[in-house]
């Protein structure tokens, strides 16, 4: 344990890193995967089976928390850590990205952003000092600067535009954050899919100083090869000695592009999400147990992973609790997901610390290729 925050780059493998990211409440190991608890929970899942898969560290949502209980009323409560029962490290988002979502009911100014409420309509108002005001009440142990975050495609000029108000709210983000010693301030790096852009973009962040760096603007729209091919130089533009993080992201096949390519951390509500509609991600690619040919078959879901779905239950009855619409569905399924995306991050960390990076993504995707197998 550490009474401050610290990044530790412990092997390169390529662009490839793996290290331990040090907060006061635990250890962060990196490359990680954050499970996404959006409203206080992650869905489908007690936070002591979110730990159990393997994870590090949850992410929370600004926007959701201050619409619903209030930031002001989790703070009363102790703290968002207390409040939903999880001792470990929480990123929360600074409600950007969800108020851009909002297009048709914000209004946007060099001061910040008014709009209103998803839930009832009312009046609310983001700016860079509020945001910091909500994350400090929230209790987060990273926080993320206000940015704004336009959708894809998007021409240079709008791009432009947004980045240089971007870095404008990241200026008066780290101002309206001060000292807080134990806590982070990660700034976010925008510039779509322009290289100079986004070097214009690393560039005035670094001159502010933040304790990480998020890679911001992608899984907005572009498709991989476009995300990609930004990750080819933006984790490059960014400073070595801190960690590097994908907001959003992603598919599997993404993580492990995003990884190969430099990125420390990453969040998406896909394997939650997932698991609630039935797919199922393994290490053969998606399985659907929705369909038909799962109502009679005996084996597991996949017999190498250890989880709960897995080791407990077949996937016939993993098949009729899904069409049978109970709640145990949702659980099983989203508890195998993370847990499957936690073993990808634990197997990257270990063939990057081994020099083996190469041959492992070689496996992961040789894998997939096959395809899940039918029952003989």
């Known amino acids: 344990m550490t009474a401050t925050f610290s990044f530790d780059l412990r092997a390169t493998d390529g662009a490839a890193r793996t290290g331990v990211i040090s907060t006061p409440r635990g250890d962060i190991r990196t490359p990680a995967f954050m499970p996404v608890g959006t409203a206080a929970t992650v869905k489908a899942m007690m936070p002591e089976s979110v730990a159990a898969t393997g994870a590090d560290i949850l992410l929370g949502n600004t926007y959701h928390l ?52 998803h839930i009832d309509g009312s009046k609310h108002e983001l700016t860079p000092e509020r945001s910091m005001e909500i994350q400090r009440q929230l209790g987060s142990d990273i926080v993320m600067c206000f940015d704004e975050c336009p959708a894809l495609p998007a021409d240079r000029a709008r791009i432009k535009e947004s980045m240089g108000l971007s870095m404008r709210w990241a200026a008066r983000s780290r101002d309206a954050f001060g000292d807080r010693p134990g806590h982070a301030l990660f700034g976010i790096q925008q510039g779509g899919l322009e290289e100079d852009l986004r070097g214009e973009s690393a560039e005035a962040l670094r001159a502010i100083g933040f304790d990480g760096y998020a890679v911001g603007g992608l899984a907005v729209g572009e498709g991989q090869d476009a995300m990609f091919g930004v990750l080819d130089f933006a984790p490059g533009q960014l400073p070595v000695d801190k960690p590097r993080y994908l907001m959003g992201v992603g598919k599997p096949d993404d993580i492990v592009g995003a990884v190969k390519r430099g990125i420390d951390m990453m969040d998406c509500v896909l394997p939650s999400r997932s698991g609630r509609t039935g797919q199922v991600f393994t290490r053969r690619g998606v399985v659907n147990i929705k369909n038909a040919r799962h109502a009679d078959d005996p084996r597991p879901l996949d017999e190498a992973c250890s989880c709960p779905a897995c080791s407990k239950y077949s996937r016939a009855y993993l098949h009729h609790v899904f069409r049978a619409s109970e709640m145990i569905s949702g659980m099983l399924l989203t508890w195998h997901n993370l847990h499957y995306f936690q073993e990808i991050m634990a197997g990257m960390r270990a063939a990057i610390a081994d020099g083996r990076f190469a041959d492992w993504e070689a496996d992961f995707h040789a894998n997939r290729a096959l395809g899940d197998i039918e029952p003989v």
């Open 66 to 117: 201050m619409l619903r209980p209030g930031a002001e009323r989790i703070k009363r409560l102790g703290g968002l850590h207390k409040f939903m029962n999880w001792d470990r490290p929480i990123l929360t988002d600074s409600g950007g990205f969800q108020v851009m979502s909002l297009a048709d009911l914000r209004n946007l100014t060099e001061k910040g952003v008014t709009f209103k409420s």
